[in-house]
């Protein structure tokens, strides 16, 4: 009997790994399958060593970073003592499974990488611990193809899993009867992030800006979006709910069906633009880790579907431009400069055509039964 390990840090690789391995067991009904994950990688049959819902952090937490190298040792010891997978599959989460990498190479378990970390992006030098430590890596974006076959990394191209993962624009009219939203007015939503740190930062300027353009544009309305992961007390200490209209775990038949959207940046942009949603970015955090990430960046756009592009499709307003004027301007123009709305619209519409129409879950599982069947062909 085969045997794998998943790693996943965060909601999103809960997901991506719940995926794969739901192609896994259909191919591969015997296999044994464990993981540090949460809910997606339970139900689709993973035994959970750890839960991961309390992994996901921002900024310098001596707590955090303790529980961490607790967790990343107790981690290392089974896989190596105890469990002694034939595969580990990371997922994401760069830095905490570059050091489980680190700590399990070369005892003759086959480390694999999906969603690499994004070297390209920041912190360049990261590409020799992947070369050093892991043994094939599954990118998600084809420009990553070539940086790493430079290196001489074994590498494949999965397509994004947004792709064919991403739910199809849903219907605005029973979208807005479902939560009692006016039809006739214009619909502006507020995405301040999945992250309780995020919205320490972001939500209070969301909210003071979503209340100015109320005032300007009485004939304006807003929802702000609930993360799936984000508990109502933790969400409530930051927004007022009173206030506006809250949606949560509908996220992205918001997305498709709003007319403009306030985000944090992140993966909700790129899934925002692949419904041609037009969208501003808004992000703020320490000042300090600020200026460490202005040293060590490799490039200076921070929107997936800007980088993506190469355009300067979505406005990004950060750190010092993330204000209420800033946001309030570049909302109404991307509301009522019909020419400047039309051509934002457009141009999202290239942020898909970059992106391979894979399947990308089931792309990794090939790869890892192909890896799998070397040492015992079926």
Known sequence: MKKIFIVTGEYSGDIHGSKVL?????????IQVEAIGGENLKNAGAKIFHDHSKMSGFGFNLKMAFDHLKLESELCNY???????????????GAFN????????????????YIPPQVWA?????????????????????????????????????????????PP????????????IDTNKLLVSVFPG????????????????????????????FCISQAPNLSDDIFNKYINSSEFKIIKGDNQALLSVSDSLILASGTVALEASLYQTPMIIGYKGPWLLYLIYLLVRCIKKVSLPNIITGEEIVPELVQHKFNVENLCYETERLLYDKKYRTATIEKLGHVKEKLSD?????????????????????
């Open 22 to 30: 739901e192609i896994l067991r259909q191919r591969m009904p015997d």
């Open 98 to 113: 570059l050091r489980v990498a680190k700590s399990i190479q070369g005892h003759g378990i086959k480390l694999f990488h």
């Open 194 to 221: 999945s992250r309780p740190i995020e919205l320490y930062f972001l939500a209070k300027t969301f909210m003071k800006t979503a209340r100015q353009l109320k005032k300007l544009h009485p004939e304006l309305q």
């Open 358 to 378: 894979k399947y990308s879950a089931k792309e990794v599982a090939d790869c890892i039964i192909e890896e799998l069947q070397k040492e015992n062909p079926m």
């Open 169 to 180: 624009k849903a219907n605005r009219e029973e979208f807005f009867n479902k939560y009692s």
């Open 122 to 166: 920041s912190r360049k030098w990261r590409i020799k611990q992947i070369k050093k430590y892991i043994d094939k890596v599954l990118c998600i974006f084809p420009f990553e193809v070539e940086m790493y076959k430079e290196q001489g990394i074994d590498v494949h191209y999965c397509g994004h899993p947004l792709v064919s993962q991403l």
């Open 79 to 93: 896989l190596l003592n105890e469990y002694k997978p034939n595969l580990v599959l990371f997922i994401d989460y």
